[in-house]
């Protein structure tokens, strides 16, 4: 199955810098099938982009994900205090599904 | 607003057999353009997909579990349901259901999920 590595584990940042997160995949991801996702602390997951680039309904333009093969990157170009939370990415591309270990976004 | 809840035991035994029933509102699960799944989360696994079934009663599972699992849905009732045979204390969880937000690809990325239901498996 596909490993998805997350990197960094923690990012600590102050409201309105940029965050950058990464997705590493053991192999390449079919059809650039892979999403990402947010979690706070109680909740469940809160989707947030679909097929490496394409924004969930709702999800504010500062989020933008990117990426192909098997290098995905998420950005949030200023930091609002609603984004501090653990972020995962998932990839469908090939079976079975799996999740990165995700990658928590602190306030610094 | 689609909606969905899960319901289940919160402990179960171990060797017994874990049921978790997700009820979906503001929509119905007889619609051509999703699939309706089941997400687990431990700190130890992380998140980890299930399963997931179409609304004409066909199935895909996780390979890793698809021995010990069935999902199940009730169009009558606007239900779908988890079960999973022979829990050990590695089955304990935070187990969601979610909409799958896709008609062809039963593990394709969710864009609803249930709130979560902590299922514990201990003596």
């Known amino acids: 199955e596909v490993v998805l590595t997350q990197s960094p584990g923690t990012l600590s940042l102050s409201p309105g810098e940029r965050a950058t997160l990464s997705c590493r995949a053991s192999?390449?991801?079919?059809?650039?099938?892979l999403a990402w996702y947010q979690q706070k602390p109680g909740q469940a997951p809160r989707f947030l982009i679909s097929g490496a680039s394409i924004r969930a309904t709702g999800v504010p333009d500062r989020i933008s994900g990117s990426g192909s093969g098997t290098d995905f990157t998420l950005t949030i170009s200023r930091l609002e205090p609603e984004d501090f939370a653990v972020y995962y990415c998932?990839?469908?591309?090939?079976?079975?599904?799996?999740f990165g270990q995700g990658t928590k976004v602190e306030i610094k | 607003q689609l909606q969905l809840q899960e319901s289940g035991p919160g402990l179960v035994k171990p060797s017994e057999t874990l049921s978790i029933t997700c009820t979906v509102s503001g929509g119905s699960i007889s619609v051509s353009n999703a699939f309706w799944g089941w997400v687990r989360q431990s700190p130890e696994k992380g998140l980890e997909w299930i399963g997931s079934i179409y609304y004409s009663g066909s199935a895909s599972y996780n390979p890793s579990l698809t021995s010990r699992v069935t999902i199940s849905a009730d169009t009558s009732k606007n239900q779908f349901s988890l079960t999973l045979r022979s829990v050990t204390a590695a089955d304990t969880a935070v187990y969601y259901c979610?909409?799958?937000?896709?008609?062809?690809?039963?593990?394709?990325?969710?864009?609803?999920w249930g709130q979560g239901t902590l299922v514990t498996v201990s003596s």
């Open positions: 192999q390449s991801v079919s059809n650039n099938y």
């Open positions: 979610a909409r799958v937000a896709s008609s062809f690809v039963p593990s394709a990325a969710m864009n609803y």
């Open positions: 998932q990839q469908y591309g090939n079976s079975p599904t799996t």
